[in-house]
């Protein structure tokens, strides 16, 4: 699959709650998005060790939007979003 029609993972998130009130402010901004999860932390609703990890993925053509949205959220709710959430360099 070529990578301009690929997904790609802008925020990390630390269980399955968090990663679905993401994707709805994502969705809500008309950015598709999708979750990707080892079933796992779900079905035992571990969170340790990165077991419990959700990655929010969305198209390529759009992680740029998507990870901007998430950092506006970042400055003007206070929400503190890691580097690693975001899935940028430190």
């Known amino acids: 699959m070529?990578?301009?029609?690929?997904?790609i993972t802008v925020y990390i998130a630390s269980g399955q709650p968090e990663a679905e009130i993401v994707k709805g402010r994502l969705?809500?901004?008309g950015i598709p998005a999708?979750?990707?999860y080892e079933s796992?932390?779900?079905?035992?609703g571990l969170?340790?060790?990165g077991l419990g990890q959700v990655e929010v993925q969305v198209p390529s053509s759009l992680a740029q939007h998507a990870r901007e949205?998430?950092?506006a959220?970042?400055?003007?709710k206070g929400i503190k979003l890691s580097d690693?959430?975001?899935n940028k360099e430190p």
């Open 2 to 7: 070529p990578e301009e029609t690929g997904l």
């Open 27 to 29: 969705e809500n901004e």
């Open 34 to 36: 999708l979750l990707r």
């Open 40 to 44: 796992a932390g779900v079905v035992y």
């Open 47 to 49: 969170t340790i060790d």
């Open 69 to 71: 949205i998430l950092a």
């Open 73 to 76: 959220e970042e400055k003007t």
């Open 84 to 86: 690693q959430a975001l």
